[in-house]
């Protein structure tokens, strides 16, 4: 009961003592007002901060509640009804800080910045950089007005990509990694940026210069591609004319009339490493050629002395005729076969040109003044790149002459 009793007293007497107390430290002159130690100098754009909380003043039990802030450029700064400093544009401002009953009074420099809201990199998303080759990423800061626009560059894995302070890629080893890009004004703003290092192709090498195929025949290109550990060693495939050949996104060569082409294999990856072959399509045995004149040799008597030469024209594309070898068959008057022979004659008959060739070595049977008709068979062709052409029976080319 008495420990109750010593409470209530007590309550009673600071209950009476509060309001002299209250008035002692209203009463109070301000003596000296001060900055507080590490108070806020800075504030964004759109943002406020209670002045009062900026301020010591003394003795310390001084009030401060009718202190006046006032802002020296209202348009970067200006002081609301409730005392904060509201920012308005960047800038710098000083803040009077007045006792009206007293003389105490202090000037605070403030600056108002505006923050970096937004930064944008060029790629966007992803970049991707050769080993050993540097990618400029380009940076555009949003607001343009930002105060402070600097940012700092960082890679999460350095062994697979480096970044400059400038935003320049390096490529170190082929791999993925993150780039990131962070401003350092205090707004936190960060943005990644996936980079792909690959290891570019260096060398497309074709087997042959060129090559050879006939129409409505197809063939694969044989190549190389250097390193054998690049990235991607995918490759582009393109014709010059599509109407001579065509090429199938796996090199796939398909002549489709006589002519010349270019067949061209790029990289897929970026590097613009490409190489070309020729490819020749050439037309088919039975119109590679044609036999389309016959000569016989005479005496100074005007008599046939059995020795025959023929016009060839050579409708290859690239391929050179060296050798043809024939059947010719000698008929008289009645339509009665006098003799057959198979002579053979090398030559070198270049593409798109007629020749006349040397006579015969060997004597035609039946051929003589009583010969009506001759008819001259090619039953095989070499060309100059190895290739051998012999005619079934019944499929030759045929020159069929009457003699006069």
């Known amino acids: 009961m008495k420990k109750i009793r010593i409470i209530l007293i007590l309550t009673l007497v600071l209950a009476l003592l509060a309001p002299a107390a209250l008035a002692e430290s209203a009463d109070v002159p301000i003596a000296k007002i001060k900055v507080a ?52 544009a960047p800038g710098k401002v000083s803040v009077t ?28 998303i992803n970049l991707t950089v050769f080993t050993g080759k540097k990618e400029k990423v380009g940076l555009t800061v949003y607001p343009a007005e930002a105060t402070n626009k600097n940012v700092v560059w960082s890679s999460n894995d350095e062994s697979i990509a480096k970044v400059s302070n ?16 962070t401003t350092t004004d ?44 690049a990235t991607n060693s995918d490759l582009e495939w393109t014709s010059s004319d599509d109407r001579v050949a065509t090429v199938s996104t796996n090199g796939r060569v398909y002549g489709k009339t006589p002519g010349k082409v270019t067949i061209t294999a790029t990289a897929r990856d970026g590097s613009g490493v490409k190489a ?12 590679a050629f044609d036999v389309d004149y016959l000569w016989w040799e005479v005496n100074r008597y ?28 000698c008929y008289d008057q009645n339509g009665g076969l006098m003799g057959s022979s198979f002579p053979g004659c090398v030559m070198n008959v270049a593409p798109g040109k007629r ?9 035609i049977n039946g051929l003589d003044n009583a010969t009506k008709r001759v008819v001259v068979k090619v039953e095989a062709v070499t060309f100059d790149d190895g290739t051998m052409v012999v005619f079934p029976y019944g499929e030759e080319k045929v020159l069929d002459v009457n003699v006069r």
């Open 166 to 181: 400038n935003g320049t890629v390096t490529g170190v080893n082929p791999g993925r990694t993150f780039i990131h890009c």
């Open 97 to 124: 800080v007045k006792d009206p009953a007293g003389k105490a009074t202090v000037k605070m420099d403030m600056q108002v910045v505006q923050p970096v809201s937004d930064i944008v990199l060029a790629p966007d």
């Open 302 to 329: 005007g008599l046939k002395t059995g020795r025959i030469k023929v016009d060839v024209v050579n409708r290859c594309i690239n391929r050179r005729i060296k050798y043809m070898g024939f059947e010719v068959d």
């Open 37 to 88: 130690p590490g108070a806020q100098s800075v504030i964004n754009v759109g943002a406020s901060v209670y002045l009062p909380d900026l301020i010591q003043v003394e003795p310390a039990g001084a009030s401060t509640d009718n202190l006046v802030f006032t802002s020296s450029n209202d348009s970067v700064a200006n002081v609301t009804a409730s005392r904060q400093l509201m920012g308005n």
């Open 276 to 287: 070309s072959t020729t490819v020749y399509v050439e037309p088919d045995a039975q119109n």
């Open 186 to 229: 205090g707004s936190n703003v960060d943005k990644a940026l996936i980079v792909d290092v690959v290891r570019p192709l260096k060398k497309i090498t074709f087997a042959s210069k060129s090559s050879t195929l006939l129409k409505y025949e197809d063939m694969y290109v044989t190549y190389n591609t250097e390193p054998i550990d």
């Open 355 to 363: 020749v006349t060739t040397r006579y015969f070595s060997s004597y």
